[in-house]
């Protein structure tokens, strides 16, 4: 039944339980470095695609070559894409990295017309436009800096968001051999949980000899991490689901309005901001953006 549901809503799921996840994420941050909860968030996700496995995975996939593509994607998704991330905000700042990092629909729209061979129509463009647009104005909050930063810097942001338009391109590939949004993600959280965990577990290693402490579970934030792992498991299982089904001009720039969520329910559940007229501006572009994508697909 929830298989017939049209790309968007998956969509707009994803979108959801991405803003839910980050969430979640933003109470953790307070007892765990980002590092370390960023490789607990991982392999809570892995954890959850692998308990799902006597319910979901078939088993011949593994022989398929297409796993290579998934596991290509695991590799750098999303371990680079994080640290150019974080890179960006090191160097640019909050404001001036969310803000160019909020470019990715174009990207996705980029490679979803120039090698899948989508079709871009006016109302897509449109309404891609309008989320960019709106992702701008929640991003932007008018702080003056005088603080100066390299050019090449401005890269970093744009390198995250190029990485996740590439990823959701090639997870559009890797589906269109094996149809099973299910077993694209359970390689590549797999692929990137061996990569992130092994990795911090060499830079535990390497902090116990200095002294220093490691993650304490007795804390509550090492388990929201681990929820907000389960939530973007969900989250990529449901964006698997749109991109099986349709195309990434219209997958994409849903996916970029999580933000939006991540804005409401800091307002309605989390209260940690009120709502001001540019969250009220950004609502009001967004939904109807959507609901242009929507129509169109």
């Known amino acids: 039944m929830f298989a017939d549901l049209p790309p968007f809503v998956f969509a707009l799921i994803a979108a959801f339980m991405f803003a839910v996840g980050d969430q979640f994420q933003a109470l953790g941050l307070g007892q765990v470095n980002p590092r370390a909860g960023t490789a607990i968030s991982i392999a809570a996700s892995a954890g ?70 989508e079709v871009l129509t006016l109302p897509i463009a449109a309404g891609t436009g309008g989320i960019v647009v709106a992702v701008i104005i929640l991003s932007w909050r008018g702080a003056r800096t005088t603080d100066t930063w390299p050019i090449w810097a401005m890269f970093l942001p744009f390198g995250a968001a190029l990485v996740r338009s590439l990823s959701h391109a090639l997870t559009k590939v890797g589906l269109q051999y094996v149809a099973d949004p299910y077993f694209a993600g359970l390689i590549g959280f797999s692929v990137s949980a061996l990569i992130t965990n092994g990795w911090e577990k060499y830079k535990h290693r390497a902090a116990a000899r200095a002294g220093a402490s490691g993650v304490n579970w007795r804390q509550a934030g090492p388990w929201w991490f681990a929820l907000s792992g389960v939530c973007m498991g969900c989250a990529v299982l449901s964006l698997n689901t749109a991109l099986l089904n349709g195309d990434i001009v219209t997958v ?42 929507a129509l169109n697909r």
């Open 48 to 117: 959850l695609f692998w308990v799902l496995a006597p319910f979901r995975l078939d088993v011949d996939h593994f022989f398929h070559p297409a796993i290579l593509i998934f596991i290509l994607i695991g590799l750098f998704r999303p371990a680079v894409s994080g640290n150019l991330a974080v890179l960006g905000i090191r160097y640019l700042g909050p404001t001036l990295a969310s803000t160019l990092a909020s470019i990715s629909p174009l990207f996705g729209a980029a490679l979803g017309v120039l090698w899948l061979g």
């Open 252 to 293: 994409v720039p849903i996916i970029a309005s999580a933000p939006v969520f991540t804005m409401l329910l800091s307002v309605t559940v989390f209260r940690r901001e009120h709502l001001t007229g540019r969250a009220l501006l950004a609502l009001a572009i967004v939904m109807p953006s959507v609901i242009v994508i």
